[in-house]
């Protein structure tokens, strides 16, 4: 099943969701006015929608992810590199690497993860 689509401030609220979980409604509305500046009216906008869409769940007003983190960003890596790099990752690389200085740290990080990755 394909994780459902999260738009950018959806993912906001996500992040602290995430953060919290699981979490009392009432609370989660206090969080996202300080930190989003949103209504009440808005953050319980935000769970219902999520909600109908399969990305948390709301029981007895303690709201929980049905959507990890680690989901969210591949369905939203897989996205862009379809909708910009025609899906081909090796492209998405070489721009990312082009446009972005990767540290000798990162690039043995990303060695380790190709060299998983192979093993598996």
């Known amino acids: 099943m394909a994780t459902p689509k999260i738009f950018d401030s959806e993912y906001k609220f996500c992040l602290i969701l995430w953060e ?10 206090k969080l996202c006015r300080e930190r989003l500046g949103w209504s009440k009216a808005t953050t319980y ?11 948390i769940k709301n029981e007895n007003a303690t709201v929980t992810s049905l959507v990890s ?23 998405f690389v070489a721009a ?25």
């Open 45 to 55: 906008t935000v769970i219902r929608r999520l909600c109908e869409r399969g990305v």
């Open 96 to 120: 990312f690497a082009r446009h972005r200085k990767v540290t000798d740290r990162e690039l043995e990080e990303i060695r380790r993860l190709i060299d998983e990755y192979e093993e598996e």
């Open 69 to 91: 983190k680690e989901e969210a960003q591949g369905a939203q890596l897989d996205e862009l590199v379809e909708r910009t790099f025609e899906g081909s990752l090796p492209a």
């Open 20 to 29: 919290h979980e699981p979490i009392n409604s009432t609370e989660l509305v």
